[in-house]
Every structure is written in C-alpha cells, then in structure tokens.
C-alpha cells in the first residue's frame, strides 16, 4: 500500500521535512520544549513563536527565549512579524544568525499588539505593502538559500477574501510554502474554519501549501488534507495539552485505526518531563509560571482536576509544583 501523502518528506526550498504534519506557531505555546516534545511525538516539522522586527526588542529576555533553537531536530524554521520591510529583513538575518534554516513570515496573527501595528494580518488591507515585505524578507537572505514562507489567512474581512491575490504575490516573491488559516481576520478564532479557498490556491499556484485550522482529530487531518489538496496540515490548538496527537495521525494514515490514546502512567511520564524541560529551559521563575497553563491543558481529562489545578496554580516554585503533579497522578484517574 502506498504511504499517505501526509507520511512522506515534503521539499522547501533547499530544506526537507520529513512528512507533512507540522506544529502550528503559537507564542507563549509552542516554545522550545514544546517543539522537541510535538517532534518527538511525530511531526515533522515545527515553527517557533514569532518576534517583532524590531531590534531594540531583540535583547529582551522573551526574544531570546523565542530565539533559542537549542537541541531542536533540523530544519529548524523561525517567525517573525512586522511591517516595515527593512526591519522584517533585519529581522530574517537575525534568525537565520541564530540558526534558522528556514524563516517563516507572520501575516496571519489576528491580535491588537500585533495589528496596531500593522503587521499579523492587518497587512492583508494593503497588498503594495505585503508584496514590498516580501520582496524584502526573500532578498535579505537570498545569498544564503535560505527558504522564506509565509503563514496568513484568507484575508481581513469576510466577504473580501483576498488569498488568491495574496498567493499570487507570495508565489511572484519566491516564497517556499505558503500555510493559510482558513478564517479571515474578521473571523478571529469563531466559527468554522473554511478549506474552500485553500483547495483554489492549491488548485492555482505551484508553491507548496499548508492546510491550517480545526484540525483536531485524525480523520480532520486526512479528510481537510484530501479535500484542499494541500501539501501539509498544520496543528496549533489541538496540541495544547495533546502532543502526541501528530503520533495519533500518522498511526491513522498507516494502518485506518485509531491509536489509544496514553495511558495514565505514560500521561505521567510525558508531563514529569515535560515539566522538566520546561524548568530546565526557563529557570526556577519563568519555567514554573509557564509550566502552569500545559498542566492544566494534560489534566483536563482527570478526575478531580479543578481542584488540583486551583492547589496546583499556588505553587510558587518549581520542586513543588512537581511534587503535586506527581502527588496527583497517584490518586487521579481518567474520566472517561
Ligand atoms: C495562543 C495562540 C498563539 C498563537 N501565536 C501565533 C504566532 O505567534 N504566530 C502565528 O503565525 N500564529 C499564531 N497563532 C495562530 C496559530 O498558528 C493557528 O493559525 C491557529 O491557532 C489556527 O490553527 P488551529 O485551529 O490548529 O489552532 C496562535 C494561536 C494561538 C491559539
């Protein structure tokens, strides 16, 4: 039986992946030892959390968090946003010097401190700028071979979907791949996301393309892959708390059956270590604080575990909050 398309290596410039499930860039989510763990667990491939392209945020703590590709598996792909081309090409160097082979450009991120700004998909109103950004982050690295790709949505508003055009302009820019979110900036993260205008770019432009939004189960993945024709998926929210959920694809692509789902002694496992390279990686205040919210996310399927996440959030140091997780697995039990 032929593998499924999403089981085999997909081409990106002069970079390859080795099949097409890929983490989903979420700041504050998908940091570093989120995108080991999800790679560990099958993906393969992950982008980082975005940086503004502005140098005088470069040497803030969460820059160099965000820029810290320490122990990744290659190649390693790096975002950034902004919306003046000569910073977003900074920017792309930056990255790159840092060890990006492959730099991704945010036109795609729906939130106030991004859009006040004009940049995430505010950009998507002014196409003479998105085309000048472009140009610009592909030039900046040309020399190098340095694939750039463009993540974004179907446009700003509903009803002036404009991802044909912007498709065009990215593929007239060079750009290696190209990952649309099928809502518009209008749409926020509410109701549906829509694949038709996906399957049209795919239809109509040469450019591999990345299917993105609600893909949350494994048959989404083959069913939104198969419909749009696309090139890969891309997962954000449904990995938070469920990493090995790209595992769960592939075992569904190959064999048609449903893996089950980790049993509690191996959730343990992943969370304990999970936890540990989150300290490890953050330090003793970061790496509790952040560690908080995947605890949450693992355990929301346990029983009892409102009132353990409320102990759990008044934890101020990183040894006891590992000790009341590990406390915790040894009375809970899955709720369904
Ligand atoms: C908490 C959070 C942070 C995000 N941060 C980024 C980001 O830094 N860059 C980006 O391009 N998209 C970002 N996104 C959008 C996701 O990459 C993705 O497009 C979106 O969540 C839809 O995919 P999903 O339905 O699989 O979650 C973020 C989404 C969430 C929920």
Redesign the pocket.
Known sequence: MNKHILLTPLTIGNQTINNRLIV???????DNPFRRLAKSFGAGHA?S??IIADTALYARQKSLYRANFTGEIAPISA?V?GAEPDKLAQAVRFQVENGACIV?I?M??PTKKVCRKLS?SALLQDLDLVKKLLDSAVESVANLGVPITL?TRLGFANGQENILTVAKIAENAGISAL?I?G?TREDF?TGN?RYELIKTVKETTNMPIIV?????TPQKAKWVQEYTGADAV??????QGRPWIFREIAHYLATGEMLAPPTLGELREIVLNHLDELYQFYGEYSGCRIARKHIAWYTGGLTNANAFREAMYHEETTCGQYKVVDEFFKTTQMSK
């Open positions: 989903a860039p979420m700041a504050g989510v998908t982008i959390e975005m975002q946003a991704d945010n795609g991120c995430g993540k990952a979110h809502r993260y996301a993105n939004g609600d893909i949350d891309m997962i954000g929210r449904a990995g």
